[in-house]
């Protein structure tokens, strides 16, 4: 009953065309309406969040956080990102908000995905010019001290222990840099009804961009985390963010962790 008064209530604040984004002609809040399980989580409201270009309204029973590639192969020595000659310790400083801002969304029964970019083992689905890229001992698929360079199944591919994903959290494992090129991404945020998305992850201008850009472009609004983000260049973190947030909010706006846990604490003792 409780369940039915909920969603009634939240009908009649958002008209259909301001809640939902189109997907492929379809409208993502007329998803199964009446068979919604995420809408048993009661304790989510909607929530203000101080973001620029502008503050957001967000209806946390249609948003996720994803948190896209923080695997040890990008923040640990020996890895794919060591490879490719970075210095990977920049990347540690968005590991704790990213922590916060996902201990917040289990707290409140956000849906919280993760992304993890690999291959196969026969490297069958990585193109040649990004495996020939590099020196040749360090290439996609090459022995490191974490397993084979950025193949699916080697300890350097999985998550960073910090974050690691619990049960009922999708890993959408994906072979490019953007999360929605050749997985179900898109299938699996229709399913559970998302139109907007927390996006935290590394880097913020490889496949958070590229993350973001995609999912902007099949009608999901992207909040960019600033500090759950990092790149192994500060100035491209920097432009990163800025280039999502210009124009009005071109690909989406950027807010801190700060303010996602604010806005919640503030639903949440109103
Ligand atoms: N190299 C770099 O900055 N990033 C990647 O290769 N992948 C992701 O961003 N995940």
């Known amino acids: 009953m409780l369940q039915c008064l909920r969603f009634d ?14 997907v492929d002609g379809m409208f993502l809040a007329d998803w199964h309406d009446t068979e919604d399980t995420r809408l048993k989580e009661c304790g989510m409201p909607m929530i203000t969040i101080e973001a620029e270009p502008a503050p957001l309204h967000v209806d946390l029973a249609y948003a996720a956080l994803i948190i896209i590639d923080m695997q040890r192969d990008f923040l640990e020595p020996g890895g794919f990102g060591a490879a490719l000659g970075n210095d990977v310790s920049r990347l540690k400083a968005a590991v704790e908000p990213c922590r916060n801002a996902l201990a917040a969304c289990r707290r409140r029964g956000v849906a919280v995905i993760h992304t993890r970019e690999g291959h196969r083992a026969d490297l069958s689905d990585a193109p040649r010019h990004k495996v020939e890229r590099g020196d040749p001992s360090l290439r996609i698929g090459a022995p490191g001290p974490m397993g084979r360079i950025l193949v699916r199944g080697e300890p350097g591919h999985d998550i960073i222990p910090e974050l ?14 953007g999360a929605f090129y050749q997985t179900d991404l898109d299938l699996v945020l229709r399913n559970l009804r998302i139109d907007t998305l927390f996006v935290c992850g590394v880097t913020t ?8 850009r995609e999912a902007n472009d099949r009608g999901y609004r992207c909040i960019v985390l600033s500090d759950c983000c990092a790149s192994y260049f500060p100035e491209f973190h920097d432009m990163g963010l ?5 124009q009005g909010g071109i690909f989406g ?5 700060q303010a996602l846990l604010e806005g919640m604490e503030l639903a949440a003792a109103a």
């Open 242 to 246: 800025k280039m999502v947030k210009a």
């Open 9 to 22: 209530r939240r009908a009649q604040q958002m008209p259909t065309a301001r809640r939902a984004a189109p």
């Open 253 to 257: 706006s950027v807010a801190s962790s």
């Open 164 to 177: 690691y994903p619990i049960s009922g959290e999708p890993v959408i494992d994906k072979p490019g840099k």
């Open 205 to 212: 201008e490889v496949c958070v961009n590229t993350t973001v």
